[in-house]
């Protein structure tokens, strides 16, 4: 018999409902197994809570009012606001504090009237509001990578990645503002999505870029991300202003059609020097392996990829800058006890709440946004911005999707990069594009590369076509098996 935490979410869900296992007990064994790691992938348990919401479940799939993931558990980043744990976006500036209402994504995924009835277990560790590739920017803690535990998870959602992949959780929640669940996954061997920006709704996620940031489902399977996904997104227009006024989709309706005649359109920048040979082996077999599913790959082109670092790296500062400035000590977060005045006490509250990078990206944004650089840079960048969607919709009038690397090397070790952020921002150039453009993109697992750690195959798509891309992923799924391999189980 399968282990209870080697099952996905979609047979956990099954189970559930012909009341083969409970949710009390499926939390209970998830809980145990949460309590018992080392990884430093949670940052807060709350197993009162937990059970109590498995109780809720428990009831409602006893009443046949259950919502389609009822009972099954799974994990938040800590950048979602709870009621019933503390959220604190992995930085000191919210150490304790506990939101008086869920975010939407939360509300939908959980056992509150109309919600999908997941168990949420935990709170999983990030970089600091989200700041980061390798999850070393937390303020509380690194996370181990499980296929590795001398290598970072990727970031910022490496709790979330390193939870699944040590299938701690079935499932988890991450956030995605310049390849935060891409690059994570990738790095754990998970799935995970990202999709059309505005799809789920940011109300209660805290801000780090407002016209990047989108939530999104990681998972071991394409099939778990879909069922996920379509109970987080739809409208929520009186909360977010930016979430789109489309209605939620059943994003598993497609996820066996076919794929014959699929064009899969290879950008040449993805595949350029910097690109390590043993990521590029795995994504070339895997694209082979598209092919024999009767795919065809098209050559295309995406000529301002490199461009994407430092425009992104100009704007996502810009309005982080921006959407920081609420902690101050007063209106939220971390207040110093020792100051003089009300300027002296905004600034050593900064100070101390702060972690470096963040400080580091303050400071920029401010730079970039300020009178007689705003042009210079600000501008100039949200215009190579525009530009670079409009390469994506040329590409998209020869292909359906686009696929190449998630990023160009495998997990790094822990503190190779920690003191350079240059080389942590260059890490991202694969996830930036389709960030840029507000396009859906995911990391399906596509092997494993140097060291025997694993590599995702990136898939981005046109806007909107989430359901094609989680079909895509999902035949990669039927005919691999690298979603299913243990962490360790490679080498
Ligand atoms: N690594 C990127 C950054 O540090 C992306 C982070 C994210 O997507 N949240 O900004």
């Known amino acids: 018999m399968t282990a209870l935490h080697d099952m996905t979410v979609a047979a956990l869900a099954a189970d559930l409902r012909a009341k083969k296992i409970s949710a009390t007990e499926l ?7 949460c ?27 006893a009443a046949g009012t259950a919502g389609t993931l009822a009972g099954v558990p799974m994990a938040h980043k800590d950048i979602f606001v709870t009621t019933d744990f503390p959220t604190t976006a992995g930085s000191k500036m919210l150490e304790g504090y506990r939101s008086p209402f869920d975010a939407t994504v939360v509300r939908k ?13 935990g709170k999983l560790n990030c970089d600091e509001f989200a700041m980061g590739s390798s999850n070393e920017n937390s303020a509380y803690k690194s996370v181990t990578n499980p296929w590795d535990t001398a290598r970072v998870p990727g970031g910022s959602s490496g709790g979330s990645a390193a ?11 991450g956030t995605d503002t310049g390849g935060s669940i891409r690059q994570p996954a990738s790095f754990c061997g998970i799935t995970g999505i990202k999709p059309t920006y505005g799809r789920a709704s940011r109300y209660g996620m805290i801000a780090y870029a407002s016209s990047l940031d989108q939530a999104g489902p990681m998972a071991r399977t394409a099939e778990d991300c879909a069922l996920m996904l379509s109970a987080m997104c739809g409208p929520d227009l009186d909360r977010d202003s930016t979430s789109l006024d489309v209605p939620a989709e059943n ?6 059609a076919s794929i014959d005649g699929l064009r899969i359109g290879i950008p040449k920048e993805f595949f350029g020097e910097g690109l390590a040979p043993g990521v590029r082996a795995a994504v070339d077999a895997a694209l082979k392996e598209y092919e024999k599913l009767g795919a065809k790959l098209v050559p295309i082109s995406l000529p301002r990829t490199e461009l ?6 100009i704007i996502a500062p810009a309005e982080a800058s921006s959407n920081l400035s609420r902690f101050d000590g007063v209106k939220f977060g971390h207040r110093t006890k020792d100051y003089t005045d009300l300027v002296s006490m905004y600034k050593r509250s900064r100070a101390e709440g702060f972690g470096e990078e963040v400080k580091r990206r303050i400071m920029t944004g401010a730079y970039v946004l300020s009178h007689g650089y705003y042009d210079a840079y600000y501008l100039q960048a949200q215009k190579i911005r525009r530009m670079i969607s409009d390469d994506f919709q040329q590409a998209f009038q020869i292909c359906d999707v686009i696929a190449g690397p998630v990023a160009p090397t495998v997990a790094w070790k822990l503190g190779e990069k920690a003191d350079d952020p240059v080389a942590n921002y260059l890490a991202d150039i694969f996830t930036l594009p389709a960030s840029l453009a507000g396009l859906p993109g ?29 079909n895509a992923a999902h035949r990669l799924q039927q005919a691999t098996d690298f979603h299913l391999r243990q962490a360790g189980g490679a080498k």
């Not at 995924?109 to 277990?121: T, Y």
């Not at 994003?251 to 066996?256: E, H, P, S, T, Y």
């Not at 697992?445 to 076509?465: R, S, W």
Request: hydrophobic share 45%; no cysteine.
């Open 27 to 33: 939390t209970q064994h998830f809980l145990a197994r």
């Open 109 to 121: 995924l959980g056992v509150q009237e109309g919600g999908a009835g997941m168990v949420n277990v």
């Open 251 to 256: 994003f598993a309706r497609d996820l066996n």
């Open 308 to 313: 994407s670092i430092p425009v992104y790296y």
């Open 35 to 61: 309590q018992a790691d080392n990884s430093g992938a949670f940052l807060s348990l709350n197993p009162e809570a937990s059970l109590a919401q498995a109780k809720e479940a428990d009831a409602q799939l």
């Open 442 to 470: 995911m990391s399906v697992p596509a092997g494993f590369g140097e060291e025997g750690m694993p590599v995702g195959l990136q898939l981005i798509g046109n806007y909107f076509k989430e359901v094609q891309l989680l």
């Open 163 to 173: 939870a699944v992949a040590a299938r701690l959780v079935p499932a988890a929640t």
